[in-house]
C-alpha cells in the first residue's frame, strides 16, 4: 500500500500477458474502478510484442459497456476520459480492454497504464482498493486471475507560522 493525498492522482501501471502455455481466446482485462473514492481521468495504452486490434470499452453506473476505441497493440495512444459527455451523476465504473485471440507469448513491451484522480471527501487513512482481472478462454475452458492494488489516504498536515511581532 502507498500513500497519497486527496485530490491527487494516482498512475497504475500494469503487465498485461497471457502465462498459460497455449494461445487464449477472448483474453479481456477488466479494470474495476473504485469510483465511490476516485475518478478515472485517463489511460496509456501501452504497447505489446504482438500486432493485433483491440478495444477499450468503459461501463458506468448507468449504462452498459459503450465501446470507447479500437487501438493497436504496437501503438500507445493517450486517451482521456474527461472528454466523455456522461450525465450529471454518471461515473465510470469499469474499463474493459478486449484483445481476443493472443498468443502464449503474447506481453507488454511498454505497460499500459490508468489514472484516477482521488475524490475530496475521502478522509485520512482510508483505504482504496483497485481490482484488475484478466481472462480468456481456450474452448469451454475458462482462466481467470485477479489482482487488487491498495492505496492509503494521507493528509498533509498544515502548519501555519504566526507572524513575528514585538519591538
Known amino acids: ?3 497519497h493525498e486527496k485530490n491527487e492522482e494516482i ?4 503487465d498485461i500477458k497471457n502465462t498459460s502455455n497455449i494461445e487464449l ?15 478515472i481521468t485517463k489511460m496509456v495504452t501501452g ?8 478495444d477499450i470499452y468503459y461501463k458506468t453506473n448507468i449504462n452498459d459497456y459503450i465501446l470507447f476505441k479500437t487501438v493497436n497493440s504496437l501503438e500507445s495512444e493517450y486517451l482521456s476520459f474527461d472528454t466523455l459527455e456522461l450525465e450529471k451523476e454518471e461515473i465510470i465504473t469499469e474499463i474493459k480492454v478486449e484483445y481476443k485471440t493472443v498468443s502464449k507469448d503474447f506481453n507488454t513491451i511498454v505497460k499500459p497504464s ?3 484522480k482521488i475524490d475530496n471527501n475521502v478522509k485520512n487513512g482510508d483505504s482504496i482498493i ?17 489482482s487488487s492494488f491498495e492505496t492509503i489516504i494521507q493528509e498533509k498536515e ?4 504566526l507572524p513575528k511581532t514585538g519591538c
Open 1 to 3: 500500500a502507498s500513500p
Open 11 to 14: 498512475k497504475y501501471g500494469f
Open 25 to 39: 481466446d477472448n483474453f479481456t482485462w477488466t479494470e474495476f474502478i473504485p469510483y465511490e473514492d476516485c475518478r
Open 47 to 54: 504497447i505489446y510484442n504482438e500486432s493485433l486490434d483491440y
Open 114 to 116: 490508468v489514472f484516477v
Open 130 to 146: 483497485n481490482t484488475i482481472r484478466l481472462s480468456g478462454n481456450i474452448e469451454d475452458y475458462i482462466v481467470r486471475d485477479t
Open 158 to 161: 498544515i502548519i501555519k507560522k
